[in-house]
């Protein structure tokens, strides 16, 4: 069976299970293959707490910004200057607070302690901050930057569009990006120092 595994993926069993290469060609004995189960499941025990699961404010502030963003995006097209990158700044926040407000995990797996791992996947959502080791010490920060930007965008965006569209018309779609990417930074910024 084991060689059958090989060829079919590149790898054994037990290597697949302990995410790592083996350099030994004999079988497992009983105390490694009890080692490379007990590895495997602990990956797997961790119940998976969702945000919609725990008592929290976030999904509260996030409907606000939803509504407040709404009556911003209205007023820009009253005014004429309602862009697409409004609407896809706008849209953008929207997608990631609904991820990060109600779907995010609370905690994650043993296996982010354990490894630097700089990736983070849940289904569709695919998230690679280079530099940025996920584990479950700076999570929490991560998940705090990423809804405040969120909210603050949905509510901020219409009203600074708005504003430089009554400065001038020309360069408020360029300064709302700068004030947009400003943003972005600080609260990356904030989120490095907080770790």
């Given at each position: 069976?084991?060689?059958?595994?090989?060829?079919k993926?590149g790898?054994?069993v037990?290597?697949?299970l302990?995410?790592?290469?083996?350099?030994?060609e004999a079988p497992?004995?009983?105390?490694?293959?009890?080692a490379?189960?007990q590895?495997?499941l602990?990956y797997t025990?961790d119940?998976?707490t969702r945000?919609?699961?725990?008592?929290?404010?976030w999904p509260?502030i996030?409907f606000?910004?939803?509504i407040?963003?709404?009556v911003?995006?209205?007023?820009?097209?009253?005014?004429?200057?309602?862009s697409e990158?409004?609407?896809?700044?706008?849209?953008l926040?929207?997608i990631?607070?609904?991820?990060?407000?109600?779907?995010?995990?609370?905690?994650l797996?043993v296996?982010?302690?354990?490894?630097?791992c700089?990736?983070?996947?849940?289904g569709?959502?695919r998230?690679?901050f280079s530099?940025?080791?996920?584990n479950n010490s700076?999570w929490?920060y991560?998940?705090r930057?990423?809804?405040?930007?969120s909210?603050l965008t949905i509510?901020?965006?219409p009203?600074i569009?708005?504003?430089?569209?009554?400065l001038?018309?020309d360069?408020g779609?360029?300064?709302?990006?700068?004030?947009?990417l400003?943003?972005?930074?600080?609260?990356?910024?904030?989120y490095?120092t907080e770790c």
């Amino acid at each position: 069976m084991f060689e059958i595994d090989k060829k079919k993926f590149g790898a054994f069993v037990s290597e697949l299970l302990m995410c790592e290469r083996m350099i030994q060609e004999a079988p497992l004995d009983a105390n490694q293959a009890e080692a490379v189960v007990q590895t495997a499941l602990s990956y797997t025990e961790d119940k998976t707490t969702r945000a919609y699961q725990t008592k929290t404010k976030w999904p509260i502030i996030y409907f606000c910004s939803v509504i407040i963003g709404s009556v911003g995006a209205i007023l820009n097209y009253q005014q004429q200057a309602l862009s697409e990158t409004l609407i896809t700044v706008i849209g953008l926040g929207i997608i990631f607070g609904v991820y990060f407000c109600f779907m995010v995990k609370t905690k994650l797996p043993v296996y982010y302690d354990e490894n630097r791992c700089g990736l983070y996947y849940d289904g569709p959502v695919r998230m690679n901050f280079s530099g940025i080791a996920f584990n479950n010490s700076n999570w929490p920060y991560v998940v705090r930057v990423i809804r405040i930007w969120s909210c603050l965008t949905i509510v901020l965006f219409p009203v600074i569009n708005l504003g430089m569209n009554f400065l001038n018309a020309d360069c408020g779609t360029k300064i709302a990006h700068c004030v947009f990417l400003l943003f972005l930074e600080v609260n990356m910024l904030f989120y490095e120092t907080e770790c």
